[in-house]
């Protein structure tokens, strides 16, 4: 059971991370554009908090998570911040832009979406997951599971009020979207305990149903980077609801080895995809105004050679993978 389950997050990793390459060429008025904005990035919390194990050692899981996420993240930025400047920039790009630039990224979150058109604007995600698995293992290791249960309730509160009472209230690295993305974290943690696969076939049709409302409501998005919810409660239940469509799916494509072993090595490199995939796109377009299909398809495979690459090398697997080889980190 247990390998079957590492199997399936592995496809639904991968599933997702096709959506969010989708859903960043896709018109913003096309019906599939907005399926995807219901559901996408939740999906990715949902997946790390169904993963997560709690750490006594706060302070050697946050060091952990630096490892892990941050490093990364500046690392990501160098190396595609100088392969652009190579590639991409004009001759005499100002020196004063790139100090915008970088002082854009130290800071994250929405400023991402002023930096070379766009191309660092998925990074929010991994800082808002380094807020996010750090607070939750905080809030599990110092309360009780009642009380656990309350917070996140408040947090998910909070979320609704940043979004709707204060929608241009932000905080560097999306710290604040972590209000939303803890709850979600959370649903996936417990959902550990409950065996749901044999209900499978019921949330993909209750999932199929949920992206066809959406004809009806088109309000009903969930777009997480600008703390824009939909409808309050309605819209993160119908996210979870497509959260669940996807793990079924992952279930049924699990049996079979040949579409497994695609979704699962693509899930495998979602990270590195998730941090390349406007990048190559920036480029592509420049030397080939390359569109979809072939598009998607080429941001696709592009960064997971970057990622079998980063994967060789012991280098380039802490600066680009977070992975290392250390001592476990105590219980």
Request: aromatic residues 18%.
């Amino acid at each position: 059971m247990k390998e079957e389950r590492i199997e399936w997050v592995d496809i639904a990793k991968g599933i997702g991370i096709i959506c969010v390459v989708m859903g960043h060429i896709f018109q913003s008025q096309m019906l599939a554009h907005k399926i995807i904005y219901l559901f996408h990035m939740p999906l990715f919390f949902y997946i790390s908090g169904f993963l997560h194990k709690v750490k006594q050692n706060n302070r050697a899981y946050i060091i952990q998570k630096i490892r892990n996420l941050i490093i990364p993240y500046f690392s990501i930025f160098i190396f595609v911040y100088l392969s652009f400047f190579i590639l991409y920039f004009p001759k005499g790009y100002p020196v004063e832009y790139i100090k915008i630039d970088i002082l854009y990224y130290l800071q994250g979150g929405r400023l991402l979406r002023e930096i070379v058109d766009n191309v660092f604007v998925v990074m929010w995600f991994i800082t808002c997951l380094f807020f996010t698995q750090v607070i939750y293992n905080m809030i599990q290791t110092t309360f009780k599971p009642k009380i656990v249960h309350i917070i996140i309730v408040l947090l998910l509160m909070a979320a609704y009020i940043n979004s709707i009472c204060f929608p241009v209230f932000w905080l560097y690295w999306g710290a604040n979207i972590a209000l939303m993305a803890i709850p979600i974290y959370h649903i996936g943690f417990v959902s550990r305990k409950v065996n749901l696969d044999k209900y499978s076939f019921g949330f993909i049709i209750g999932g199929i149903l949920v992206c066809l409302s959406l004809i009806l409501f088109p309000q009903n998005r969930f777009d997480m980077m600008l703390n824009d919810y939909g409808i309050p409660f309605v819209t993160l239940l119908c996210s979870i609801i497509c959260i669940y469509m996807i793990r079924g799916i992952s279930v049924y494509i699990s049996r079979n080895a040949f579409l497994s072993g695609i979704f699962s090595e693509l899930g495998k490199a979602s990270l590195v995809i998730m941090a390349f995939h406007l990048p190559v796109y920036a480029l592509l377009w420049k030397y080939f105004e390359l569109k979809s299909p072939l598009a998607i398809v080429s941001i696709i495979v592009i960064p997971y050679c970057f990622y079998l690459i980063f994967n060789r090398f012991k280098v380039t697997q802490v600066l680009f993978l977070g992975k290392y080889k250390s001592k476990q980190i105590q219980k």
